[in-house]
């Protein structure tokens, strides 16, 4: 599987982009994304801060920030559990867009936060049943953060880390009715 | 048992790793960004629920503030221990009347109440303890040998600092709708404003005749401030992550003119911090 790494070398933070390139084939082929496609992850180390993106899927590009990928402990270096958090929420979430069953999502930047946050959870369930280290509750919290704290958002979050195979319209419609027990 | 405990022997457990601040000084990334048609920087902005990274922004920030009660907690510790009872008046420094001493005692009461608070909105928040780094710039200030400097540093500015950290997370949990949150904040708050105006207190009355310990505690504040400020993410700018909380600075005991003075010391950091980032890129691109 092809996977592309940008930059080829970091200056800003000691990444290496072998590492990154090793980790990104292996969880494209647990998720089971296509041999053939190609992959380009493109980095932007001048920044700390933690925004990631699916940019596109054709070609697939994934966007993140250097603080996305770092350890929280070791400041400019790589965390690889952290990063394959990361890298495989975003991978899911392409094969999601890959899949025309899924349905038509729109893209990344023009998501609304509480969509975004619901399709976070169900990618980082199933990235957990794949055996890869996650953070529940932290999960729950940006959840509630987007949903309310309430016992229905907590109820459509159980919904949405359990399930397998949801298309676009029945995640939104998981994250709509949640937002609905908000209060006025 | 020792006197004037060295930061490097504080205990913790292999679960907390200490970052030295100046690994996050030479840090050659910018938070900042040009922002678009002017030439003027944006930061990640205030810490408000609308951030898209709010959620994980906010637990960062929780973690920080329980390590820093816990070194809270051991400076107030520290100094109940530290210095003989006596008048504290300058006369046969370092020793303080028994009434500070009692202050303090209350003090560490708090703190590790704060401490056991701060692990449950951990859990809460899906955050590990240890699962960020601690900086121990916070106890080092608790280590200075005149008692009047020690709780100037501690009491006004690091206090000071958790106070206008507070209300951030307080208002946070209240847009949010995140109840627990805003309460535990809320009375944490207030605990924090008693402890400033203890500061505020012990620094008047021990320094009444002395204007030049006064002055030399003030300037240590400055200092300390400063470095609190940590670049401009506490500021009194629209985009500064943590504001200065005014009002309850104010029942604090802080005055108005301190708390520009504040301010500025604030704006005076954020530009060094840019200018350092720019002169690490600099560095880095050679």
Not at chain 1, 142 to 160: I, K, S, V, Y
Not at chain 1, 168 to 173: I, K, M, R, T
Not at chain 2, 175 to 189: R, T
Not at chain 2, 229 to 234: E, I, N, P, T, V
């Amino acid at each position: 599987m092809p996977v592309h790494v940008q930059p080829e070398e970091f200056s800003m933070v000691f990444f290496d982009a072998h590492e990154i390139r090793a980790l990104t084939e292996e969880l494209a082929q647990e998720i089971g994304l296509p041999a053939e496609l190609s992959i380009t992850v493109d980095v932007d180390e001048t920044t700390p801060l933690g925004r990631s993106v699916v940019q596109s899927v054709d070609p697939v590009v994934i966007h993140l920030e250097s603080g996305a990928l770092e350890d929280a402990k070791r400041p400019r270096q790589l965390d690889p559990v952290g990063a394959a958090d990361v890298l495989g929420r975003l991978l899911l979430a392409v094969r999601d867009r890959l899949d025309p069953a899924f349905g038509d999502a729109p893209p990344d930047d023009d998501l609304p936060l509480p969509h975004s946050v619901a399709w976070q959870v169900y990618s980082v369930g199933r990235l957990s049943r794949l055996g890869h280290r996650t953070n529940r509750q932290r999960r729950l919290y940006q959840f509630r953060n987007r949903h309310g704290f309430t016992d229905t958002a907590d109820a459509a979050f159980d919904r949405l880390w359990a399930a397998e195979g949801l298309t676009w319209a029945e995640l939104v419609q998981i994250s709509d009715e949640a937002r609905s027990a908000l209060p006025a | 048992m020792r006197k004037s405990f060295p930061v490097e022997d504080l205990a913790r457990d292999e679960r907390f790793v200490r970052v030295p601040i100046m690994d996050r000084i030479n840090d050659p990334r910018t938070a900042r960004q040009e922002q678009a048609g002017t030439k003027g920087k944006r930061g990640p902005g205030r810490l408000t629920p609308d951030r898209p990274d709010a959620p994980d922004a906010a637990r960062a920030l929780m973690h920080g503030i329980f390590t820093g009660e816990i070194q809270a907690l051991e400076g107030a510790g520290r100094t109940c221990w530290d210095f003989e009872v006596g008048s504290g008046n300058g006369e046969g420094i370092p020793e303080v009347p028994f009434e500070l001493k009692l202050d303090m005692a209350r003090q560490c009461w708090d703190e590790a109440r704060h401490c056991e608070i701060s692990i449950k909105l951990s859990d809460h928040m899906g955050t590990e303890i240890g699962e960020f780094s601690e900086n121990t710039f916070l106890y080092e200030a608790a280590c200075n040998p005149d008692p009047v400097l020690r709780l100037t540093g501690v009491n006004r500015a690091l206090e000071g600092l958790a106070i206008d950290v507070f209300n951030t997370m307080r208002e946070f949990g209240d847009v949010a709708g995140d109840a627990v949150l805003e309460f535990c904040e809320d009375w944490m708050l207030a605990d924090e404003v008693t402890h400033v105006k203890m500061g505020s207190d012990w620094l008047r009355r021990l320094t009444a005749d002395d204007k030049e310990r006064q002055q030399r505690a003030l300037e240590f504040q400055r200092v300390v401030d400063k470095l609190f400020s940590l670049g401009g993410f506490r500021g009194d700018e629209e985009d500064s992550p943590v504001r200065l909380a005014r009002r309850f600075r104010e029942l604090a005991g802080f005055k108005d003119d301190e708390m520009d003075t504040l301010a500025e010391v604030a704006r005076e950091a954020r530009q060094e911090m840019d200018a350092r980032i720019e002169a690490n890129r600099a560095a880095v691109a050679q």
